[in-house]
């Protein structure tokens, strides 16, 4: 059994509590989180808690750690479990700067010990399904994507003050896992060029962006994220994985290549009957499904087989990252009405270091 240790026990950090203590091939070794609510959750779970995490990490010796604590935290944390040679996996965003995501990869590299970054979605049937797609050539080259997350979060979202100030919008909560899926899908970002807006709600932090990305390879796309518009075109809805979201079949993301174009998370690939058939003639239509394993329970597997080094990590620090400073980009582009490279983002954490 593969012994892992939870910090932070709050609503994502309770998700993975459960997940622990139901996984035939790990169990939950300790509860770090001064809430009374996690005194509780331990009691309920019988295991042991903790109000500090370096007390926790050297009485229990955990095999691994999943970091599920305020952004702040996620590097300082990381770097004690890098330090004891305990295997992290550390929630998005991997560190709130470009900066202090450079500490955590610098010291998971120096140090040879793994840290995943928990961007669920690589580990959702449809994108795994998308991947295995434009990898077996099926698309041929990808030419533009195309995607989009809209959706209407409720007002009483917003009484936590940090959800109204910079950091705190769809940005770094929502967009950074469209951009991990693009990076994932398509390629690494070349540059960004993005408006954002805060007319929806008025508040400081964003509620809407528009984004142009060039990738390395040459490929162009598009992505439209608002959490203040109702729509059935985000991947919460449409790919039936996420935790706290109704299923709505659909599409939220296109991928069109030289040979054929892919929807996700409908998963319809749609082709000419025969390569370089006339534009004017039907196109075909086919089914890639995902199939029914579950996200969450996914990247758990991935996690334990990353501790232990059965697997490389999906997401390292070093692609966390690069996901988190291409995210920064859309929002500097915005302010600064210009383009922003990838390049120029990944300096701060070369200059910090
Ligand atoms: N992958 C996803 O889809 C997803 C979803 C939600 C949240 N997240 C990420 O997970 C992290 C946590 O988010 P959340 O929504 O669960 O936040 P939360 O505020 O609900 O929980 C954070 C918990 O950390 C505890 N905590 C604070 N300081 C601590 C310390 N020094 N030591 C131990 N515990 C401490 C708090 O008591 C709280 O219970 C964030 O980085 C967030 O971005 C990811």
């Not at 770097?79 to 560190?95: F, Y």
């Not at 840290?115 to 959702?124: D, E, K």
């Not at 989009?148 to 936590?160: G, I, Q």
Request: hydrophobic letters at 45%; a negative charge.
């Amino acid at each position: 059994m593969t012994r892992i240790a939870l910090l932070g026990a709050g609503l994502i950090g309770r998700e993975h509590a459960e997940l622990l203590t139901s996984h035939p091939g790990a169990t939950l070794a300790a509860i770090c989180d001064p809430s009374g609510e996690a005194v509780q959750l331990a009691a309920r779970l019988g295991v042991p808690h903790f109000a500090e995490y370096a007390p926790m990490l050297d009485a229990v010796k955990p095999d691994g750690a999943i970091i599920a604590l305020p952004n702040h935290l996620h590097a300082p944390a990381a770097l004690a479990c890098i330090e004891r040679n305990v295997v992290c996996m550390i929630e998005k965003p991997i560190a709130e700067s470009v900066a202090a995501a450079a500490r955590i990869t610098a010291a998971s590299e120096s140090a040879g010990v793994p840290v995943l970054v928990g961007h669920q979605r690589r580990h959702s049937p449809d994108i795994r399904s998308a991947k295995r797609t434009i990898e077996a050539g099926e698309l041929g080259q990808l030419v533009a994507v195309n995607g989009m997350t809209l959706f209407d979060k409720p007002d009483n979202y917003f009484d936590a003050t940090w959800r109204k100030q910079p950091g705190g919008g769809v940005l770094l909560i929502n967009l950074i896992h469209d951009i991990d899926v693009l990076r994932h899908l398509v390629g690494e970002i070349d540059s960004i060029r993005a408006f954002t807006s805060s007319a929806r709600r008025g508040f400081e932090v964003e509620d809407t962006a528009s984004i142009a990305i060039r990738f390395v390879n040459g490929v162009l796309g598009t992505f439209l994220i608002s959490d203040g518009a109702v729509s059935p075109w985000a991947w919460e809805y449409t790919s039936g994985q996420a935790l706290y979201h109704p299923t709505q079949p659909g599409p939220c993301l296109f991928l069109a290549g030289r040979k054929a174009a892919l929807s996700v998370s409908d998963m319809y690939l749609w082709r000419h009957a025969n390569e370089n058939e006339h534009w004017q003639h039907p196109l075909v239509r086919e089914h890639r499904p995902g199939g029914l394993s579950l996200t969450y329970v996914n990247q758990l597997d991935h996690f334990i087989a990353v501790i232990r080094r059965e697997a490389e990590p999906l997401i390292s620090a070093r692609d966390g990252m690069a996901t988190l400073a291409a995210t920064l980009a859309v929002d500097r582009s915005s302010r600064e009405d210009r383009t922003v490279t990838l390049t120029e983002m990944l300096a701060e954490g070369t200059n910090a270091a």
